[in-house]
């Protein structure tokens, strides 16, 4: 799913659940300028999936039209679709990359952030028999997963094998991070497109 449809999926969303929502806060939601924001809706406008009304005067409504709410449903699916080939994805791509190990219990690993994609590296662990000694995240926090959390330089007393970065926006900044903190750049496994062990 490009990145168009994600964004009309979500301004047809919030416009479902809030049609006196104001272009601020659906910019906010979109994470885009105000006046992009704008230019989306007066697409969806064009294309017959909402109708914008002034009522009461002074108030601008937006309104799911029907074919705006098939359109939602159709982009939903596509989503979902998208969302289950992309988790299949990431599932190979992580049993590839911990190959590495040869299966036996007591193997230890370390993941470095704290998304979804950590998640799913996490449960992926665990199927193979690898234990996750932890998380590290810059915004430390108690626990994740019933597992600590600890930046990258409050590592230095763990114990582990390998190092899975699971952060695909800014993998190369967490790589450094580590090598910074004593993580030998060859304990480091990168999550992502272009994965390397």
Known sequence: MDLQGQRDLLLLNELDRDGGATQRMLSTKLGVALGLTNLYLKR???KGYIKITTIPRNRIRYLLTPQGLAEK???TYQYMQYSLSYYRDMRG???EMLAVFDGTNGQRVA???TSE???LAFLSLREMNIDCVGFIDGNCRGTFLSCPVSSPAGIADWQFDRVLIADLDQAAVCEEQLVKAGVPREKVLRLGPHSRG
Do not use: F, W
């Open 44 to 46: 969806l406008a064009r």
């Open 73 to 75: 449903s159709r982009l």
């Open 93 to 95: 791509r992580l049993k």
């Open 111 to 113: 993941i470095y952030g």
């Open 117 to 119: 994609l950590a998640e």
